[in-house]
């Protein structure tokens, strides 16, 4: 015999199921639905990354079912970050296990040729450096371990293929090192292995450092301090003190931290006399299959530098530092000299979980050089290797 519900009591009893399935949830299992989605739907380079969220899903929400307290969540959405690759994606809370974040928690820089792994940089004044370690050693192990193990830590899951960009996140990763682990690095340097240990480091307090290297030439070094609106006065007067040397040095090797735009504009407004665009922003509008693009234009501002500028790029030039210098290259107003920049992608917005309170950030732009570069992807007009290299190219151009 066949018992029929009425149709209204059983939408009823579906109702109340889906009501009380909600409520079985748990609060990490409601945030880990929240962070995935709005992942899901504001991320700007999903695509441009070519990364499967939906499989990241099947990955992370069964380990968030298991979930029991905040620091097992934490360290769960830490590690679901690391599907995206690139380090301007992070939560605002950490533990003291956390990984320090790159590149701003980064003081040297690996890379792999071949099967072996060199210093292919050093952040001046900071931990690798005061350490001893030197540009061209070759890196054997990280805390005592062989190091193409320690890597898999950090390569995304939703893939067996992992391209250079996610191996190199990977080891920027690895050797950002923890907070709560004092890092051991071991180095070969004309056949001899030695051990280092990187001290800790803090950023310089100054906004900026200023000098006259000689008649002809002057040097500003921004000091990770593009977010602070302090730094356009200290900048203008810095400058005015300048406007007798024909060369101007502006030094964004230490700006890793990102900033903000009308720091930028401030800055650039010195060098131009006209309006200029320095920038291309990009914004998918997902719900109805297209997009928002739109240019940001510099505006000229009291007294105008006329003099010859040259920009200082590097591996800790990120975000921000590498707006201003696409912006400075779109002017056609700097020369650009340095290494590969960070390639911190895109510009970023905040969200908050609603359970647990935690915030988290992710690029939610695509941000483009005017000639439709992607800004990550940019190189520098005069390329080096590495940060003395750099220095000793814009000494050669600015000794007549």
Same mark, same amino acid.
């Given at each position: 015999?066949?018992?029929?519900?009425?149709?209204?009591?059983?939408?009823?009893?579906?109702?109340?199921?889906?009501?009380?399935?909600?409520?079985?949830?748990?609060?990490?299992?409601?945030?880990?639905?929240?962070?995935?989605?709005?992942?899901?739907?504001?991320?700007?380079?999903?695509?441009?990354?070519?990364?499967?969220?939906?499989?990241?899903?099947?990955?992370? !929400?069964?380990?968030?079912? %298991? /979930?029991? +307290? @905040?620091?097992?969540?934490?360290?769960?959405?830490?590690?679901? =970050?690391?599907?995206?690759?690139?380090?301007?994606?992070?939560?605002?809370?950490?533990?003291?296990?956390?990984?320090?974040?790159?590149?701003?928690?980064?003081?040297?820089?690996?890379?792999?040729?071949?099967?072996?792994?060199?210093?292919?940089?050093?952040?001046?004044?900071?931990?690798?450096?005061?350490?001893?370690?030197?540009?061209?050693?070759?890196?054997?192990?990280?805390?005592?371990?062989?190091?193409?193990?320690?890597?898999?830590?950090?390569?995304?899951?939703?893939?067996?293929?992992?391209?250079?960009?996610?191996?190199?996140?990977?080891?920027?990763?690895?050797?950002?090192?923890?907070?709560?682990?004092?890092?051991?690095?071991?180095?070969?340097?004309?056949?001899?292995?030695?051990?280092?240990?990187?001290?800790?480091?803090?950023?310089?307090? !100054?906004?900026?450092?200023? %000098? /006259?290297? +000689? @008649?002809?030439?002057?040097?500003?070094?921004?000091?990770?301090? =593009?977010?602070?609106?302090?730094?356009?006065?200290?900048?203008?007067?810095?400058?005015?003190?300048?406007?007798?040397?024909?060369?101007?040095?502006?030094?964004?090797?230490?700006?890793?931290?990102?900033?903000?735009?009308?720091?930028?504009?401030?800055?650039?407004?010195?060098?131009t006399t006209k309006l200029l665009p320095y920038q291309i922003h990009e914004f998918?509008?997902?719900?109805?299959?297209?997009?928002?693009?739109?240019?940001?234009?510099?505006?000229?501002?009291?007294?105008?530098?006329?003099?010859?500028?040259?920009?200082?790029?590097?591996?800790?030039?990120?975000?921000?530092?590498?707006?201003?210098?696409?912006?400075?290259?779109?002017?056609?107003?700097?020369?650009?000299?340095?290494?590969?920049?960070?390639?911190?992608?895109?510009?970023?917005?905040?969200?908050?979980?609603?359970?647990?309170?935690?915030?988290?950030?992710?690029?939610?732009?695509?941000?483009?050089?005017?000639?439709?570069?992607?800004?990550?992807?940019?190189?520098?007009?005069?390329?080096?290797?590495?940060?003395?290299?750099?220095?000793?190219?814009?000494?050669?151009?600015?000794?007549?």
């Amino acid at each position: 015999m066949t018992i029929k519900f009425p149709i209204k009591l059983f939408f009823t009893i579906l109702f109340f199921f889906s009501i009380n399935l909600s409520f079985a949830q748990s609060k990490y299992q409601k945030d880990f639905s929240k962070f995935w989605t709005a992942i899901n739907n504001h991320y700007a380079y999903l695509d441009q990354q070519n990364i499967d969220w939906k499989k990241v899903k099947e990955i992370y !929400e069964p380990k968030a079912e %298991k /979930i029991s +307290n @905040d620091q097992e969540f934490i360290q769960l959405l830490e590690t679901a =970050l690391n599907e995206l690759h690139n380090g301007h994606s992070s939560l605002n809370t950490n533990l003291n296990s956390s990984n320090r974040l790159i590149p701003s928690g980064s003081d040297f820089y690996v890379e792999k040729v071949g099967n072996k792994f060199f210093v292919a940089d050093l952040r001046k004044g900071f931990g690798a450096d005061l350490s001893g370690m030197k540009i061209g050693m070759e890196v054997t192990k990280f805390n005592g371990k062989p190091i193409d193990e320690q890597l898999k830590k950090f390569l995304p899951k939703f893939t067996n293929q992992h391209n250079p960009k996610m191996y190199q996140y990977a080891i920027d990763m690895l050797f950002a090192g923890t907070y709560d682990v004092e890092r051991e690095i071991t180095a070969v340097e004309n056949g001899k292995s030695k051990t280092y240990k990187p001290v800790s480091y803090r950023n310089r307090d !100054e906004l900026l450092y200023s %000098k /006259i290297i +000689n @008649d002809k030439t002057a040097y500003i070094k921004i000091n990770n301090s =593009l977010g602070n609106n302090a730094l356009i006065s200290e900048f203008d007067k810095t400058l005015d003190s300048f406007f007798q040397h024909k060369n101007l040095i502006i030094d964004l090797t230490e700006t890793p931290s990102g900033g903000n735009s009308t720091v930028a504009r401030a800055i650039m407004g010195r060098f131009t006399t006209k309006l200029l665009p320095y920038q291309i922003h990009e914004f998918d509008e997902k719900e109805y299959e297209t997009k928002r693009h739109w240019t940001e234009f510099v505006t000229p501002r009291k007294e105008i530098y006329q003099g010859n500028v040259f920009v200082l790029v590097g591996h800790w030039t990120g975000s921000m530092g590498e707006g201003i210098a696409i912006g400075f290259d779109g002017m056609e107003r700097a020369n650009i000299i340095g290494t590969k920049m960070a390639g911190l992608l895109g510009a970023i917005s905040n969200f908050q979980m609603t359970e647990t309170k935690i915030g988290f950030q992710f690029p939610t732009e695509r941000l483009y050089h005017i000639n439709g570069t992607p800004r990550e992807n940019y190189v520098p007009t005069i390329l080096t290797q590495n940060i003395e290299e750099t220095l000793q190219k814009v000494k050669e151009l600015t000794k007549n």
